[in-house]
């Protein structure tokens, strides 16, 4: 059971795009359309920004979207805010109801 | 308002118990499977363990045989009981609410505030 693997960091200026990857293997985000993504800011619980890869939760704004190719998937950000700097982490369900989440990523708005 | 409260955490010496409760509200609790889901201080999130509608069970490797999850539909609450404790268990501990698609986790869509457990000499 190894975290799926995400850079440490990733920063952009306002109004620009970002995208933040998450690589798995052919057990986990290769073979399930089960990735989600959370944002969480200091000392508050996740919240959850994509499910099944590319869906939004409704109340989610439509700069936060998700793709998916082999056992890569990502996060991108259009259009950056000052309120979307957070840590973002990626989860995939990984078989036997287990489910994995990526080490981490800490988005600065510069 | 779909609510998630866990209570029970603490300051407990390595090789000590804790027991874990999240008081949920606000759905129909036994229609749902539960999670709990830990943060060590300034560290990611990590899976600890998952319990289904009709009570089947998952733990992650670094807790298996050492934590037990259980729930009581009547009363609306999920519980951890975690034995063995080590060092490497500090963590804000998290109930989180899944959705599921043919019984596999999808998502995690509600969670609680967390509970801080600290394990220490």
Not at chain 1, 35 to 55: D, L, N
Not at chain 2, 8 to 28: D, I, K, N, Y
Not at chain 2, 93 to 111: I, L, M, P, T
């Amino acid at each position: 059971q190894s975290a799926l693997t995400q850079p440490a960091s990733v920063s952009g200026s306002p109004g620009q795009s970002i995208t933040i990857s998450c690589t798995g293997t052919s057990s986990d985000v290769g073979s399930y359309n089960l990735v989600s993504w959370y944002q969480q800011h200091p000392g508050k619980a996740p919240k959850v920004m994509i499910y099944e890869v590319s869906k939004r939760p409704s109340g989610v704004s439509i700069r936060f979207s998700g793709s998916k190719s082999g056992n890569t998937a990502s996060l991108t950000i259009s259009g950056l805010q000052a309120e979307d700097e957070a840590d973002y982490y990626c989860c995939s369900y990984a078989g036997s109801s287990t489910v994995l989440f990526g080490g981490g990523t800490k988005l600065t708005v510069l | 308002e779909v609510q998630l409260v866990e209570s029970g955490g603490g300051l407990v010496q390595p090789g000590g118990s804790l027991r874990l409760s999240c008081a949920a509200s606000g759905f129909t609790f036994s229609s749902y499977s539960m999670n709990w889901v830990r943060q060590a201080p300034g560290k990611g999130l990590e899976w600890v363990s998952y319990i289904s509608r009709s009570n089947t069970i998952y733990y992650a490797d670094s807790v298996k045989g050492r934590f037990t999850i259980s729930r009581d539909n009547a009363k609306n609450s999920l519980s951890l009981q975690m034995n063995s404790l080590r060092d490497e268990d500090t963590a804000v501990y998290y109930c989180a609410r899944a959705q599921e698609s043919y019984y596999k986790v999808n998502y995690f869509d509600y969670w609680g505030q967390g509970t801080l457990v600290t394990v220490s000499s």
